[in-house]
């Protein structure tokens, strides 16, 4: 159901009014009884002229002219206006001819809202901590207000207009918060200065360990971050011309490199660093001479000829027997005692059209250096 309740929030002025010739003796708003859907007010009158009457309204603090009439007054009288009215304050203005104020009656409240203003109240948990930090408002206002414009300084904030929000402070600093509310009586604004502090996180601390850290020829090494302070970027350089931005490499291969790549295989042992970084700050940590590299063994020539004597043309195949460390040689020279020495495969196939004995001498290499391996008088071939 409806009420209605004069309140004095507005100066009520009555009589002795000597502006013009009009006179306002006094203005009363008399609602009557039982559900409240207009009020009246009754205006006494004196002198003559023309009276303007405004009808003003108050709604979530903002004024507004919601009706206006014009009185011809002849005479001293009590004269009566009428208006349809919802949720709000409502008050009576009048003006003579020259829109000089002659009285504002008292403001009267109607509705079923709450007839005091809000007052804004608020708090927040938490009100500090790391960067990222999530922090929720709630709302505490009196006197129920019925909209809530939260203003929130930050990276991802402007306004919210939810009654209890939730923020996100992803960079670090020291931030204000505003709550503005408002109800059918007016507006009340909060605000707490310096309220939320987000902060950065230490910087982090460097380390991390690798296994194995030892190996021979071609090895794959294993790298485990174990910084502190939660890294969120890595950069690795392993000593040998290589690097990672990954978080922990794995299987990184020490291995022969190419030509460009050489000065770092001079040495037996590499030096691995490691830079992390967080919004915080960077920390490096190098472990001087931390892989230690044994090459590969060089290979061992070694092969046969069969057959190793006969009558011209004597067709002579040669086979290599040598040993490689990875299994894959790289180069074989074969010199069969006559003639330019020949580069060939596994097997080599020769025809000794001359008489004579042969020295047969193999040549073989691989990654990790080379052997030679030389039979005298070797093959005899005959007329």
Request: glycine share 8%.
């Amino acid at each position: 159901m409806k009420h209605i309740k004069l309140v004095a929030l507005l100066a009520l002025i009555i009589g002795c009014s000597q502006t013009g010739s009009l006179k306002v003796k006094a203005i009363d708003i008399l609602p009557p009884g039982g559900d409240v859907d207009s009020v009246t007010a009754y205006v006494d009158l004196q002198g003559a002229g023309i009276a303007r009457l405004d009808w003003e309204n108050r709604a979530y603090g903002v004024d507004s002219l919601v009706q206006t009439e014009y009185w011809y007054v002849d005479s001293s009288d009590v004269y009566t206006s009428t208006l349809s009215v919802t949720d709000g304050w409502y008050w009576l203005s009048i003006y003579d001819e020259d829109s000089v104020l002659l009285a504002t009656s008292d403001v009267v409240f109607c509705g079923t809202g709450s007839q005091l203003p809000p007052i804004a109240k608020f708090y927040a948990e938490p009100t500090e901590g790391l960067i990222s930090l999530r922090v929720e408002f709630h709302d505490q206002s009196l006197n129920d207000p019925t909209s809530w414009r939260w203003e929130l300084e930050g990276e991802y904030h402007g306004i919210d207009t939810m009654q209890n929000p939730v923020g996100y402070y992803g960079e670090a600093g020291i931030y204000d918060v505003a709550l503005i509310v408002s109800n059918i009586a007016g507006t009340d604004t909060l605000t707490k200065e310096n309220y939320i502090h987000a902060q950065l996180p230490p910087p982090p601390i460097a380390d991390f360990y690798a296994e194995p850290t030892e190996g021979k020829g071609q090895f794959g090494v294993y790298f485990y971050d174990q910084s502190l302070n939660d890294p969120t970027s890595w950069f690795w350089d392993f000593g040998d011309g290589y690097t990672s931005t990954e978080h922990n490499p794995y299987s990184h291969s020490y291995s022969y490199a190419a030509d460009s790549m050489l000065p770092y295989w001079n040495d037996t042992a590499f030096t691995v660093m490691l830079i992390v970084t967080n919004p915080g700050g960077t920390d490096t940590m190098v472990k001087e001479n931390y892989i230690h590299y044994e090459p590969g063994d060089p290979p061992i020539a070694d092969f046969y000829a069969t057959p190793t004597q006969g009558q011209v043309p004597l067709y002579v195949y040669f086979s290599d027997l040598s040993t490689y460390w990875e299994g894959t040689p790289w180069d074989r020279e074969w010199y069969v005692g006559e003639g330019a020495p020949k580069k060939w495969g596994g097997g080599l196939s020769h025809i000794y059209y001359s008489p004579g004995i042969y020295t047969v001498r193999l040549i073989a290499s691989d990654r990790w250096g080379k052997d030679t391996l030389t039979k005298r008088d070797y093959i005899t071939v005959t007329e």
